[in-house]
Structure formats: C-alpha cells, structure tokens
C-alpha cells in the first residue's frame, strides 16, 4: 500500500516538479514518485539514467542516445547474442549487459516500448513527417 512521506523542496524545486509534471500530464505528488522510482533503479542498475520523451519517461544507457528498449530490440534481431550488439553499436560489451540487465529485470516496460514503435507503418510517419519520401526496393 502506497505510504505518504513528508519532503522538504525549495520554493525552485517545487516550481521545477510542477513545471515538469505538467509537461507529462500527471500532478506534482505522481512525478515526484516517479522520480524517486527511478533514482531507486539507476542505484540499483548502474550506466542507467531515465529521460522524458514524448510524454513519457524512459530508460536510456547513461551517456549515451540509445534507449534500453532499442538495445534490447537489436540485441534481439542479432539472434540474441550481446557481442553482436555490442560491435554494431560500436559500444563496450559492459554497457550493452548493463542494458540488458535492466531489459530483463523490467521486460513488460521494454516489451510494451518495443511494440509500440513495431506499430508504427509508412502511413503513420508519413501524417508526422508530410515531407517524408519512401523509396521501395
């Protein structure tokens, strides 16, 4: 059962926590539990960090653009082998298991982050994109 807990913020953090909290739709007391959510992970899995995107908030390999669920898809589509990945990326083997590791600890978040950017057709990118061009081979 969730607990409340008392928390001291600045009069600038807590303008912060609200200004953010907006951008993702939720009230102030929801994005700062999601904060600390995450800060828990990150300790929990080192070269983690989480970032917002879109309107949500996602893990990312620490340093880096690629999010864990793009190192999980393509660690996947080379039959499962982390090396493989790791050359691709032109990234260390550590930080491609570190990814890997967080994939499997959470893999409904990375699954359902995995299948939402599978359902994306030409069709889609093209009402995002109206300049897009798509070349048929």
């Known amino acids: 059962m969730?607990?409340?807990?008392?928390?001291?913020?600045?009069?600038?953090?807590?303008?912060?926590?609200?200004?953010?909290?907006?951008?993702?739709?939720?009230?102030?007391?929801?994005?700062?539990a999601t904060l600390v959510g995450e800060k828990l992970r990150e300790e929990s899995?080192?070269?983690?960090?989480?970032?917002?995107?879109?309107?949500?908030?996602?893990a990312y390999l620490q340093g880096h653009r690629l999010a864990v669920w793009e190192i999980a898809?393509?660690?996947?589509?080379l039959d499962g082998e982390p090396p493989l990945c790791a050359d691709y990326l032109h990234l260390p083997l550590h930080l491609v298991e570190a990814a890997l590791s967080y994939a499997n600890a959470y893999p409904?978040?990375?699954?359902?982050?995995?299948?939402?950017?599978?359902?994306?057709?030409?069709?889609?990118?093209?009402?995002?994109?109206?300049?897009?061009?798509?070349y048929e081979g």
């Open 2 to 32: 969730p607990r409340s807990l008392p928390v001291r913020l600045t009069t600038s953090q807590e303008k912060q926590l609200q200004q953010m909290a907006a951008q993702l739709g939720v009230s102030p007391e929801e994005f700062l």
């Open 45 to 58: 899995f080192p070269h983690i960090e989480f970032r917002t995107r879109g309107g949500s908030r996602d």
């Open 73 to 77: 898809r393509i660690t996947r589509d």
């Open 108 to 134: 409904d978040e990375i699954q359902a982050l995995i299948e939402e950017v599978e359902a994306i057709t030409v069709e889609d990118l093209k009402r995002l994109i109206p300049s897009l061009i798509v």
